[in-house]
């Protein structure tokens, strides 16, 4: 965005994803600081927005004309509020930005579609992201920060941070500047975020999925000694078994893309688990599946000792995958 592009015009945020939408404001507000550094910055929330208070707002002050204001919470404009605002956007005064943020949902979708007719009105939407997509989002938000990440250490990243768009941005934003000009490999990203508990609970788990039992054992135990809850562990199990069950069903000749589709997972993963299954029959799948779940109940109430509950799927898991 470039002041030209957000002065005298207004500024759509639409969409469940915060950060995302922080983002858009941001970068509008940084537009209008570019175009006039002595420009003035207001909030205002949509339920608290009269015609009065837009006036007030909109107005020029004794020290600059150029305006910034954002109205969060649209979705909360007064019944009584929206005509003046609508004849507002369909002629904005030159020198002011007008964001107007809207959280997504059906509140307020009356005024987002009449919204969406104006000429000066432009929308800037941002949908949820899928799983698949989180990958692809760390990747690009390393290299905003002017660092390359391949698809491996991002989804290590993601499987230690979590899928908070705030975090992963923050994680790749840290991981650029300690390692500047270097690539960023899975072992840069282990260094630093293979402590987390996510990470060390699908550690233990694809070790048991390859067949690894002292390996597995030995995660186990570090995870545990770390403080790992026990439900994760499960957790990871399962989404693992599930995606060796989707892979081993999924028909035959599918392009990458379209199997990471079918299977739930990003196309970095696909090596993981197409490994992992050469040693599976459907069979062995099936008891696994079974495996798990009732190490689930047990963990979450049926049995005494987390520890054990979980060293024994680790062995049988780890035993099931070479049955044949």
């Given at each position: 965005m470039s002041g030209p592009q957000v002065l005298g015009r207004v500024t759509l945020v639409t969409g469940p994803e915060e950060f995302l939408n922080e983002r858009t404001v941001q970068t509008a507000r940084q537009a209008v600081k570019a175009h006039d550094a002595e420009a003035e910055f207001s909030e205002a929330r949509g339920g608290d927005l009269t015609l009065a208070t837009l006036g007030e707002l909109a107005a020029p002050s004794l020290f600059s004309a150029t305006r910034c204001i954002v109205v969060r919470q649209l979705e909360d404009l007064p019944e009584e509020s929206v005509a003046g605002l609508l004849d507002y956007c369909a002629s904005p005064v030159d020198d002011i930005a007008l964001v107007l943020v809207h959280s997504g949902g059906q509140k307020g979708s009356g005024v987002l579609a009449r919204l969406r007719k104006?000429?000066?009105?432009?929308?800037?939407?941002?949908?949820?992201?899928?799983?698949?997509?989180?990958?692809?989002?760390?990747?690009?938000?390393?290299?905003?920060?002017?660092?390359?990440?391949?698809?491996?250490?991002?989804?290590?990243?993601?499987?230690?941070?979590?899928?908070?768009?705030?975090?992963?941005?923050?994680?790749?934003?840290?991981?650029?500047?300690?390692?500047?000009?270097?690539?960023?490999?899975?072992?840069?990203?282990?260094?630093?975020?293979?402590?987390?508990?996510?990470a060390k609970s699908f550690a233990v788990a694809?070790?048991?999925?390859?067949?690894?039992?002292?390996?597995?054992?030995?995660?186990?135990?570090?995870?545990?000694?770390?403080?790992?809850?026990?439900?994760?562990?499960?957790?990871?199990?399962?989404?693992?078994?599930?995606?060796?069950?989707k892979f081993v069903g999924a028909p035959r000749g599918m392009r990458e893309a379209d199997l990471a589709r079918e299977v739930g997972v990003p196309p970095w993963k696909l090596r993981t688990i197409r490994e992992q299954a050469r040693s599976w029959s459907p069979d062995g799948l099936a008891a696994a599946i079974r495996a798990v779940a009732q190490a689930d109940a047990d963990i979450k109430g049926a049995a005494h000792d987390a520890a054990y509950t979980l060293e024994r799927l680790v062995l049988t898991v780890a035993g099931l995958r070479d049955a044949r």
């Open positions: 104006v000429a000066a009105v432009t929308e800037v939407k941002s949908a949820a992201l899928k799983p698949s997509e989180f990958v692809g989002f760390a990747v690009s938000e390393a290299r905003a920060s002017g660092a390359r990440m391949d698809s491996e250490a991002a989804g290590f990243l993601v499987t230690a941070v979590g899928q908070d768009l705030r975090s992963l941005s923050a994680a790749a934003h840290q991981l650029a500047n300690d390692f500047p000009g270097e690539p960023l490999t899975v072992e840069k990203v282990k260094r630093y975020f293979g402590g987390r508990a996510e694809d070790a048991a999925l390859y067949g690894r039992r002292a390996a597995a054992l030995e995660e186990l135990r570090w995870a545990l000694d770390g403080g790992t809850p026990p439900v994760l562990v499960t957790s990871a199990f399962a989404g693992g078994v599930r995606g060796l069950a």
